[in-house]
């Protein structure tokens, strides 16, 4: 089906991003008046909000390209999944990256050089490549971070199967890919605070505060139970729409469970037709019903 992907993709873009940019928007345009939990939820938020609004843009894309027979590259394949700095840069923004290897990286001298020039090509495309961004600071502290972990996994990378074997994790393969899958979507979480704060001084507010009265919030909410009222935290997107929001991640977290195996298209090209149909038109009446459907450019279009 031509227009299956572009589906896929106004459902992240329409469901998911634009909605839970609403709290986004309100928590990072005034974050000295969301201090704890709201800067919290609004952080991991925007984790999801960035990565549904790039690759929703990327598949709406290329579905429309196949239309007319153009074949384009696959942009992002579950960067949240992966397992190292490294890898995370081969799953995330795949022709961007791929274009800062093949004229930058390689013009600058690749790996083929000394190991302190080495240093100095990935420190200078992580920095260029925040810069290419915007001319703000938190751009740059942005790339440089990425450069920063990339180079403190290369340095790493004989002290790490020492301590895996020491705590016995090669033991439990299962948990040692769960453990490096969270440290990786943390670290990139971190970096990405300082990617959609206005200013420094605001990333720096948001990173001091972001746990401040967390532990009294989630004793209120122990205390209280799961309701919608865990969401009450002045937010200006209702209870209802959040949690709409949550069904579309969780849905979202299948999708890409299904893609561990195979992709989805040869996933669903295996069933019954009344089941791709029935996938195909739950989709739709999705964006239909569900999509949040007030202005809002690709966060992209900002580049």
């Not at 790996?111 to 090509?121: D, G, I, P, V």
């Not at 209802?240 to 977290?253: D, F, N, T, V, Y």
């Not at 669903?268 to 569900?290: D, G, H, M, T």
């Amino acid at each position: 089906m031509l227009f299956r992907s572009m589906l896929w993709g106004f459902f992240k873009k329409i469901v998911i991003a634009d909605r839970v940019a609403v709290i986004v928007n309100q928590v990072y345009n005034n974050p000295s008046d969301a201090a704890g939990l709201p800067l919290l939820i609004g952080t991991y938020l925007f984790a999801f909000q960035i990565y549904c609004d790039f690759s929703g843009y990327s598949d709406i894309a290329i579905g429309a390209a196949k239309v007319f027979g153009i074949d384009l590259m696959q942009n992002f394949r579950r960067p949240y999944f992966a397992k190292s700095i490294r890898e995370f840069w081969q799953r995330w923004h795949i022709s961007l990256s791929t274009w800062f290897r093949d004229y930058l990286y390689m013009s600058l001298g690749g790996s083929h050089t000394t190991r302190w020039r080495w240093y100095y090509n990935i420190m200078i495309v992580f920095l260029i490549s925040g810069l290419w961004h915007g001319a703000n600071w938190t751009f740059i502290i942005w790339g440089g971070l990425h450069g920063s972990y990339y180079l403190f996994s290369y340095w790493t990378r004989n002290i790490r199967p020492r301590l895996t074997r020491l705590f016995k994790l090669d033991k439990v393969p299962i948990l040692q890919k769960t453990l490096r899958v969270l440290f990786i979507f943390h670290i990139v979480l971190f970096g990405w605070i300082f990617f959609r704060a206005n200013n420094l001084s605001e990333a720096i507010f948001i990173i001091t505060h972001l746990f401040t009265g967390v532990g009294d919030a989630l004793n209120r909410i122990i205390e209280s139970g799961i309701t919608p009222g865990i969401f009450n935290y002045g937010f200006e997107l209702p209870a209802s729409e959040m949690l709409i929001g949550m069904i579309a991640i969780i849905i979202l977290g299948i999708h890409h469970l299904i893609q561990r195996k195979q992709t989805v298209r040869s996933w669903l090209n295996a069933k019954p037709i009344w089941i791709r149909w029935s996938v195909y038109y739950c989709l739709l009446i999705s964006i239909l019903v569900f999509g949040y459907l007030e202005p809002s450019q690709f966060i992209y279009f900002q580049f």
